[in-house]
Nanobody, 122 residues
Framework: QVQLVESGGGLVQPGESLRLSCAAS???????????QGWYRQAPGKERELVAT???????NYADSVKGRFTISRDNVKNTVYLQMNSLKLEDTAVYYC?????????????WGQGTQVTVSS
């Protein structure tokens, strides 16, 4: 069983920065290896939405709302994905969930972290 351990959430003011981290307990399990890592978020009363993802090869994908402000990166040795969030806005307030996809050929398993609260408030 894979565990995802998140850290880095908190309370900040608009314009400030936060860095989220998510470490996976293993790089591979039963033939499945980490392929994609990323972050989703869910604000009160809203559906969970994509924030950013990054593949093992380093290809990234961002939600339009965070482009230019957030940067996703990963350390393949540490099985850790990071989300650097700059110029935070009130609307960035949400629970942020780490996501990891393990792949073996055409099969895959997805795992989610427990969530970390990010609150942007003046």
């Amino acid at each position: 069983q894979v565990q995802l351990v998140e850290s880095g959430g908190g309370l900040v003011q608009p314009g400030e920065s936060l860095r989220l981290s998510c470490a996976a307990s293993a790089a591979s399990v039963s033939g499945f290896s980490i392929n994609v890592q990323g972050w989703y978020r869910q604000a009160p009363g809203k559906e969970r939405e994509l924030v950013a993802t990054i593949t093992r090869g380093g290809s990234t994908n961002y939600a339009d709302s965070v482009k230019g402000r957030f940067t996703i990166s990963r350390d393949n040795v540490k099985n850790t994905v990071y989300l650097q969030m700059n110029s935070l806005k009130l609307e960035d307030t949400a629970v942020y969930y780490c996501y990891t996809k393990f792949v073996a050929s055409i099969l895959y398993n997805e795992y989610w972290g427990q969530g970390t609260q990010v609150t942007v408030s003046s």
